[in-house]
């Protein structure tokens, strides 16, 4: 028995599945190539152009704010809800409740819209004269629509993820750290929220994505993010697929570069993890 | 004293798990806590540096008491920053280490006192210092998941004395290591308690009670049973349930 040597399976069914894709492969290049209505020379013409540059910079700016007051948001409403304070735990349930509740798209219109409800903007507390009164059209322009819009409602999903990862901590790490003498805010800044990121990051990586493609439902406020840029052309030249195609083409690449970045991140966070 | 613990109380959800605890432990000692499982001591313990709030009772430790400060004619909760305060004095060793993973073997030991507000590099060299006492200095830049057990307890061990506390606990450190790394834990201890630190140390390793203790402490079922000098609580304790825990554990 020892003297036998091992002998490989073959696997026909790897060689099959790979006839079939290579043949539809094929199949979809040679209609990219053949079919004119692709327009493949307008997208080249179209690619570089300064609108839908300046339009794909103004995705780019709405993820990145969006992302970071939802991860601020995020994590104080993750607190919240963890605290042992009663009123903080139901504020937090009830802006998940609201914010989770209801079509993004409808609360995207709403704060669009917001001058229809409130026309001017100020604080009335009981007992204080208010405070500041302007229209609420010069506060809330397009721009900080959108941004609450996208910013508010992530806060809701992110607040979820990052409750998660912070109670995927051992117990036994803020003890070790309340028995040190460590600050509550230093306990969670150096201790809890590093081990809780390995938890944290590739759900916060899939919302980052998943933020830089719903910024495009903005269009419907009018603002020019890349889509709504593509849009303002097409409606001029008609050219809508070549034009679609050109958003599609930077919608891809940006999410190639953050899959890269996400990895290289959950790297970096799971240092001290046994190999 | 460096202790002194009178009627502590605790009950988790009705269920009374320290029912009136009297303990003392004077400078300088060294008290041994041994007793059947679930008999209390982890949750006494927890509660002489206020990581369980006892329900009755008070814990004083260098005649502080823990946890609250006297206010007119009561004793008022404290706010958590002086909470810290207090508990920079009290070193404690867990059963499983705690190590913080992601930092290295020296920062774990730094982030103590650089938290208190000492400069980084006095607390870095000080670190080393301990590292070296607990022979570990060659792994200062090791991760925790790339120590062993003893390793790792003497880094715990490490990083709480780093505090310069007055005070240590240790809650069964040795229980949760291979039967042949407990020795360099135990070596360890044995050091610190030569060198005059007071401790308070929940053990089944009776030989080590024998050898380093100055009194030993029986609980059961939430009480202290009885308590004196090892020669006489391991060879010739007063009660049959100590006579009993004593031989089984030997
Ligand atoms: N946080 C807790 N919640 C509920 N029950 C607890 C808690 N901590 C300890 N207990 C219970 O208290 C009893 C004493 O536990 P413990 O102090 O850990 O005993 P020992 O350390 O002597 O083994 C046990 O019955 C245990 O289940
Ligand atoms: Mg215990």
Not at chain 2, 122 to 151: C, F, I, K, N
Not at chain 2, 237 to 248: K, N
Request: hydrophobic residues 45%.
């Amino acid at each position: 028995m020892e003297e036998l040597p091992i002998l490989r399976r073959r696997r026909p069914g790897r060689w099959v599945l790979t006839l079939v894709v290579l043949l539809l492969a094929s199949a979809l290049a040679r209609s990219l190539v053949t079919n004119p209505r692709f327009g493949w020379d307008t997208v080249g013409a179209w690619l570089f152009s300064r609108t839908v540059l300046r339009g794909l910079l103004a995705t780019l700016e709405l993820t990145a704010a969006a992302m970071v007051i939802g991860l601020a948001l995020g994590v104080g409403l993750a607190l919240m809800r963890l605290s042992d304070n009663t009123v903080a735990r139901a504020v937090s349930w009830a802006y998940i409740w609201l914010f989770r509740g209801t079509p993004l798209l409808v609360q995207l219109l709403f704060w669009g819209f917001i001058s229809a409800l409130y026309p001017t903007l100020s604080l009335h507390l009981p007992f204080l004269p208010a405070i500041g009164d302007v229209p609420a059209n010069s506060v809330v322009t397009t721009f900080t629509a959108a941004l609450l819009g996208l910013g508010l409602n992530e806060a809701a999903y992110l607040a979820e993820i990052i409750r998660a990862g912070i109670a995927s901590v051992d117990d036994g790490q803020t003890e070790a750290a309340e028995a040190l003498g460590l600050s509550r805010a230093r306990t969670l800044r150096r201790i809890i929220l590093p081990q809780a990121m390995r938890v944290i990051i590739p759900p916060v990586g899939n919302e980052t994505i998943s933020m830089l493609k719903t910024t495009s439902l903005v269009s419907v406020l009018a603002y020019a993010e890349l889509l709504y840029s593509v849009q303002i052309v097409y409606a001029r030249t008609y050219q809508t697929i070549p034009l679609l195609i050109v958003a599609s083409i930077w919608y891809l690449a940006v999410t190639t570069l953050l899959n890269i970045g996400q990895h290289h991140l959950e790297r970096h966070f799971a240092k001290g993890s046994r190999r | 004293m460096m202790v002194q613990a009178t009627g502590v109380r605790k009950s988790f959800a009705g269920h009374e798990v320290l029912r009136g605890v009297d303990l003392s432990v004077p400078r300088g000692t060294v008290t041994c806590v041994i007793g059947p499982s679930g008999s209390g001591k982890s949750t006494f313990l927890r509660c002489v540096n206020h990581l369980e709030r006892p329900d009755g009772g008070r814990i004083l430790v260098d005649g502080s008491p823990i946890g609250y400060e006297v206010h007119g004619h009561g004793l008022r909760e404290l706010r958590h920053r002086d909470l810290a305060r207090q508990r920079h004095q009290i070193g404690m060793v867990f059963q499983r280490f705690h190590l913080f993973p992601h930092l290295t073997a020296l920062a774990n030991i730094v982030e103590g006192p650089v938290g208190a507000g000492r400069p980084r590099t006095e607390a870095t060299d000080e670190a080393m210092a301990l590292l070296d006492r607990v022979g570990l200095a060659d792994r200062r830049d090791a991760y925790p998941a790339q120590l062993s057990g003893g390793q790792q307890q003497r880094v715990a061990i490490a990083r709480a004395l780093a505090m310069r506390p007055k005070l240590m606990l240790f809650d069964e450190p040795t229980s949760a290591l291979d039967p042949e790394l407990v020795g360099e834990v135990l070596d360890v201890m044995r050091d610190l308690a030569a060198d005059g630190m007071t401790m308070l140390v929940v053990t089944h390793e009776l030989a080590f009670a024998r050898e380093v203790a100055d009194e030993i402490v029986f609980f059961d079922d939430g009480r202290v049973l009885e308590s004196g000098p090892p020669a006489r609580i391991l060879t010739a304790p007063d009660h049959p349930r100590t006579r009993d825990f004593v031989t089984r554990v030997l």
